[in-house]
């Protein structure tokens, strides 16, 4: 009992914790006009009650399809959207949106809830066969990844919602859905070299999900200068 409450602690303190030090970097961002606690941190355990749920869309995904690639693009789609509908079951028609830059903290904040969970569950195994460092050092790279990619898939359907903020109906939406196409071909394309196991591949993705990062800070900002949080 004591080793199984002990693995379950260090694998959610590794999990945990990175997606913490992400959510500091993110809202320290938005000081002029920070978000309220208490919804950011029922975005976080919605974000992390997600996995729980998208796990046996993603079972049912591997039973209807056949091809790897089609399955890569449903699990990836699934949970990008599994994501956007947490985030819409705590705002909708609420007051807590008043300005753009609401949008990408609020995905990104479930988001970084998701790859807590996520990241807690991979590190489930080798901890209990004490194989954490192993497992982490010879191709199951996954887990280095997963923060940031979580980050940046949602943080792009955050920027579409929040460049999109001050727009009409018709435009808002294809921003929206433009923002979940780059997200999800964004998360197919990492899960596709990490199921490679290729450590050169992985290395390129996760370069390219920095530059993509850079890519969403510095949209972040024009959205902070939309929301006059200079």
């Known amino acids: 009992m004591f080793n199984f409450s002990k693995t379950w602690a260090i694998a ?37 009650i997600a996995v729980i749920l998208v796990l046996p869309i993603q ?15 449903g699990w990836a789609g699934a949970e990008e959207i599994i994501k956007y509908l947490a985030v819409m079951v705590i705002l909708y028609k609420t007051t807590y949106i008043d300005e753009p830059l609401d949008w990408p903290i609020y995905f990104i904040t479930t988001a970084l809830g998701f790859a ?28 280095l990844g997963a923060t940031l990619l979580h980050t940046v898939a949602s943080g792009t359907i955050g920027i579409a919602m929040g460049l999109s903020f001050f727009m009409d109906g018709f435009r808002k939406k294809v921003y929206v859905f433009i923002g979940f196409i780059v997200a999800i071909t964004l998360h ?3 899960n596709f070299f990490i199921m490679r196991n290729d450590g050169g591949d992985f290395l390129t993705v996760f370069s390219f999900l920095w530059v993509v990062t850079i890519i969403i800070m510095l949209l972040f900002e024009k959205i902070r200068r939309m929301s006059g949080d200079n």
């Open 12 to 48: 959610l303190a590794g999990g945990i914790i990175p997606s913490l030090a992400w959510l500091w970097f993110w809202l320290k961002e938005d000081q002029k006009k920070p978000e309220p606690k208490g919804v950011l941190v029922i975005c976080f355990v919605l974000g992390m």
């Open 59 to 73: 079972k049912f995904i591997q039973g209807m399809v056949s091809s790897n690639e089609l399955q890569i693009i």
């Open 116 to 143: 807590a969970l996520e990241n807690t569950l991979f590190l489930i195994k080798p901890l209990s066969l004490d194989q954490a460092t192993v497992s982490l050092l010879t191709g199951n790279l996954r887990f």
């Open 188 to 190: 197919s394309v990492f």
